[in-house]
């Protein structure tokens, strides 16, 4: 929530984020609120992420941007595989091997 002419504004995400993100929201004066989800819901909003960092390389408008944005697709594969009990050397592992 921030303070603006003497208003509460509240601004709702609602949206998978990063260890950091509640503790930089709140160094800036703001209430974080947040939850632990379940593995259903972790899974699901995985999926989202994926699909918005995807998004975000497509729109990116510098080389430096898109490798930005392919770091944080990485990271949700990353993600993605340590759910499935993988991790990113399985992924690439199998991409290699598709690719032979």
Known sequence: MSIESGEIMER?????????????????????????????????????KLLEEANEVVSSKNHDETLEELADVVEVVRSIAALEGKSLGDITSLADQKKK
């Open 12 to 48: 709702e995400f609602n949206k998978l984020v990063r260890d950091y993100i509640p503790d930089k929201i709140e160094s800036n004066g703001e209430v974080a609120v947040t939850r632990v989800l379940n593995d259903v819901e972790y899974k699901d909003e995985l999926y989202k």
